[in-house]
């Protein structure tokens, strides 16, 4: 098998804490590249799935909802939870 040379651009703040990761499998980058590419042609395609993550209406709901409670200066705020759990059950 014949071999050939591939040069990339990166971040250096990934290519380095990429290194480490490779390192502590016991692999060099290249050898990482090698099995990623591999995968590549096994799976016929990128061997992860690659999507955007969107939140549903649910999620997007209950975010609206806290940005409204932090703009309400009506609404009571606790510190810590015991503080809100001591409120809580001196109304019992």
């Not at 502590?24 to 096994?42: C, H």
């Not at 061997?47 to 709901?61: G, L, M, Q």
């Not at 009571?76 to 809580?88: G, I, N």
């Amino acid at each position: 098998m014949a071999n050939t040379s591939m040069n990339i651009r990166m971040d250096s703040d990934i290519k380095q804490k990429a290194q480490k990761i490779f390192a502590e499998l016991g692999m060099d980058t290249t050898t990482a590249i090698n099995i990623f590419l591999r995968q590549v042609i096994r799976t016929n395609g990128l061997p992860f799935e690659v999507k955007i993550d969107t939140p549903n209406a649910e999620t997007i709901e209950a975010l609206q909802e806290i940005e409204k409670l932090k703009e309400d200066s009506t609404k009571k705020t606790y510190s810590t939870f015991s503080e809100l759990l001591k409120d809580v059950t001196d109304d019992v």
